[in-house]
Structure formats: structure tokens, C-alpha cells
């Protein structure tokens, strides 16, 4: 089994930053994508950033320029580094595993509230 552990989320002003961390434990086979989606009040979940084990990153429109997605494979872990945060990037962030084994892992979330 593969635990998600995520932290970094918090309240912010606009145009301020965040960092949000995962770390993964586990059996966790080494081909793999972790990525970050969010869900807004009464919208759903979308994908925010991703990695793959390779290093190849993809972006949402909305965060490409503003954020950056990334990985350490020695410690199972991904990152985003959120800059220019506006509010309407307030949403519950879930970091997202994604084996190529066929196996898909979710952590419980963090909260990141951007105020005006």
C-alpha cells in the first residue's frame, strides 16, 4: 500500500506564495507520475501540475508561468512552488500518485485559501 502525505497549504494574500510538499511511502513501483490536482467549492477536481518519473512536466493553463512542479525520486516526494497567487487558485490541493502499474493513490488533502 501507498501513502500520500501532503503539506505546505495555507492562507495567503494575492500575489503572495506557497509550497506545497508530498512525500510518498510504500510500495511504490518506480514508473510512475505524481501530480497535483485541486478542487474548489462545488467544482471538480482538476489537474493542476504533473511529473513523471522521467522528469517530463505538464501544466494546467491556468498555473503555467505561476507554478512549478517537482520531484525528488530518492525521497518519493513532488513539490509546487506556487507564485502569483491569485484567489482563485483557493481550493483543496491532492497530491495524486499514479503507478504504471495500473495503481492510483490519493492524499488527504491541504487547504490553500488566497485572499483578495
Known amino acids: 500500500q501507498v501513502q500520500l502525505v501532503e503539506s505546505g497549504g495555507g492562507l495567503v494574500q494575492a500575489g503572495g506564495s506557497l509550497r506545497l510538499s508530498c512525500a510518498a511511502s510504500g510500495s511504490i513501483f518506480s514508473i510512475n507520475t505524481m501530480a497535483w490536482y485541486r478542487q474548489a467549492p462545488g467544482k471538480q477536481r482538476e489537474l493542476v501540475a504533473g511529473c513523471t518519473s522521467a522528469g517530463r512536466a505538464t501544466y494546467a493553463e491556468s498555473v503555467k508561468g505561476r507554478f512549478t512542479i517537482s520531484r525528488d525520486n530518492a525521497k518519493n516526494s513532488v513539490y509546487l512552488q506556487m507564485n502569483s497567487l491569485t484567489p482563485e487558485d483557493t481550493a483543496v490541493y491532492y497530491c495524486?500518485?499514479?503507478?504504471?502499474?495500473?495503481?492510483?493513490?490519493w492524499g488527504q488533502g491541504t487547504q490553500v485559501t488566497v485572499s483578495s
Open positions: 495524486n500518485l499514479w503507478s504504471a502499474r495500473g495503481s492510483t493513490y
